[in-house]
């Protein structure tokens, strides 16, 4: 097995069902640059329509929760200061936008769910209330959208052109921009405004639709919501970060949050954070779902997922890796020699990164920025669990078990047959085991009601921010005050 981080002998204190979305970018290979090259592999088919509709279609079939679509704004150019290794690789280069194909999957399918990921950094709250409306009614509620405040200074030069936005600065930003979003969501309508009345001649009450009236440090937002209320209203709301305003941020608006790292041991004190500090912000921790990347590569035999990996390995592009690596740390490697051991470098960053990612991979013996490159060219920033169905639901059970995590992001190798592959041998484990569903909870549901397998749960759960906001039917105006 490759760095799975799976803990032997830990027993389960109790079966959790799994939450599983797949994990994907309208890219070519995405957490595995160079894989496109394989002669089984699609991912380059990014482009087409149909595509997505057939993923989205093989993934219903299945009963996977989830699309979980990621997303970048700008190319990863640290590696060498130049953008050439992502061009040339293909590292998550080009990118399309990702909003734009859910209504197409949607329209192919009933309840399979749709996570978008949309930063709150570089677009008007009103426009993306209007995009997330827009398609949460396109797909009759299935959409999610994950929130991030983007990362790259290759995006912050285009989008702003200026350098990136500090980090806390940019977490302080989102806490304003989500809530604007809330009360242009929740807040703007009431829920029965629209009442398409033919014999009055009234579409929408107007004494059921206000202004929101915001007026904050970073936005003024006078409202209304140019959308009438959709499905969810508010989308499914999921959210990655772990650092102190990550997790503070997580805590008070996240129903799902994303993790990756090579280890449960890594992410299990985080995790416990958020919990912590969502039980102190008066919400149910177990209520926040927890959902680790993992690439799973399964075969019939151990042997024979073996041989799968150790092919994929031959297709692999350490340049694209490289590329990956240093957009996402901000730390070039190209400055260092090729043989280079990098636990022995000056700088801090390098030696702490490096040492972290040898805790996973001890048959290492010298870290180069070759190996380096080698851990993350399949699988990116995650585990990568190799065996049989037994052996792969063994390893993710022990991510359940040590880390506390409630499902996982599944990234793939090979587009679509990694995903073909985890649907014919691991999927019939993981409910054998009783850990995963063998159908939706609400056929043609919400994808929050079926990621809470709750019927009916179509807005953010009590005790949730946003379930606070709602303007309810029958609720008179002065009665359904705009939180602050």
Request: overall charge negative.
């Amino acid at each position: 097995m490759a760095h799975t981080g799976q803990v032997n002998g830990v027993q389960p204190s109790q079966k959790k069902q799994l939450i599983l979305n797949a994990f994907v970018e309208m890219c070519s290979g995405h957490q595995s640059p160079g894989l496109w090259r394989h002669p089984d592999d699609e991912s380059w088919k990014f482009n087409d329509v149909e595509h997505w509709v057939e993923l989205a279609k093989l993934l219903e079939a299945a009963s996977i929760h989830g699309i979980f679509i990621a997303d970048v704004l700008g190319g990863y150019d640290v590696y060498n200061g130049s953008l050439d290794a992502a061009k040339r690789s293909g590292a998550q280069w080009p990118v399309n936008e990702p909003l734009s194909v859910v209504a197409a999957m949607a329209a192919a399918t009933k309840s399979i769910g749709f996570g978008v990921t949309a930063s709150t950094t570089y677009e008007s709250p009103y426009h993306l209330a209007r995009r997330l409306s827009t398609v949460d009614h396109l797909s009759k509620g299935r959409l999610g959208w994950n929130i991030v405040t983007s990362y790259l200074d290759s995006a912050a030069r285009n989008m702003i052109n200026s350098t990136q936005i500090a980090h806390d600065e940019r977490y302080a930003q989102a806490h304003e921009y989500v809530k604007v979003i809330y009360k242009l969501l929740e807040s703007s309508w009431r829920d029965d405004a629209v009442k398409l009345d033919r014999a009055k001649g009234i579409y929408t009450a107007p004494e059921l639709v206000r202004e929101i009236n915001h007026k904050g440090k970073y936005f003024t937002v006078p409202g209304p919501h140019i959308c009438q209320p959709s499905p969810q209203r508010t989308p499914l709301i999921l959210q990655a970060g772990t650092s102190k305003a990550g997790k503070d941020f997580a805590a008070e608006h996240a129903e799902a949050i994303f993790v990756s790292a090579f280890g449960p041991q890594v992410v299990k004190a985080s995790i416990a954070d958020i919990r912590k500090l969502a039980a102190e912000n008066g919400r149910d921790p177990s209520s926040i779902k927890v959902l680790a990347l993992v690439t799973v590569i399964v075969a019939e035999t151990q042997e024979l997922a073996q041989e799968k990996f150790a092919e994929y390995k031959k297709y692999a592009s350490l340049e694209g890796a490289l590329a990956l690596f240093c957009g996402w740390t901000g730390i070039d490697l190209g400055k260092y020699g090729d043989e280079e051991e990098l636990r022995e470098v000056e700088s801090n960053a390098v030696r702490s990164t490096v040492q972290n990612y040898a805790r996973f991979s001890p048959g290492t013996a010298k870290w180069t920025k070759h190996s380096v490159a080698e851990h993350v060219s399949i699988g990116g920033n995650g585990p990568v669990i190799v065996g049989n169905a037994g052996q792969v639901a063994d390893g993710l059970q022990a991510w359940v078990d040590e880390a506390d995590v409630d499902g996982f992001n599944l990234a793939y190798a090979l587009f679509p047959q990694t995903f073909k592959d985890v649907i014919k041998y691991l999927i019939p484990e993981l409910q054998a085991r009783g850990l995963l569903w063998d159908g939706y909870a609400v056929p043609g549901g919400t994808y929050r009601e079926n990621f809470y397998q709750t019927p009916g749960l179509s807005g953010p759960p009590e005790g949730h921010v946003a379930h606070t906001y709602r303007w309810r039917a029958g609720v008179a105006a002065e009665d359904a005050p705009v939180p602050e």
